[in-house]
């Protein structure tokens, strides 16, 4: 009777951490698929920014596609030329 309450005991645990186990797995395959898809996009996306004749914003989070002779980006304000600037002197400071 002890022994036979102890092996279902154990058998339930077991399977209740098998279970716990298969869902935490899956979920972590899905966050990973999902962080894999992610910077895929990002590496699309990043890609498509040198649109010719296209000014791309620089601002983090922007990257709005402005025309060649736009100063400000229409989606944040942040000015173009200023930017490239800014860009251009950091790599010479490296
Ligand atoms: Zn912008």
Redesign the pocket.
């Known amino acids: 009777m002890m022994l036979g309450e102890v092996i279902l005991t154990l058998l339930v645990c077991i399977a209740i951490l098998v279970i716990a186990v298969a869902v935490f797995g899956a979920w972590a395959i899905m966050m990973l698929a999902k962080m894999v898809l992610g910077l895929m996009g990002i590496k699309r996306k990043s890609s498509r920014k040198p649109t010719d004749g296209m000014r791309v914003?620089?601002?983090r989070g922007?990257?709005?596609a402005?025309p060649a002779q736009a100063r400000f980006?229409?989606?944040?304000?942040?000015a173009l030329e200023v930017a490239q600037q800014v860009k251009m002197k950091r790599v010479a400071m490296f």
């Open positions: 914003c620089s601002r922007c990257g709005h402005n980006c229409a989606r944040c304000g942040m």
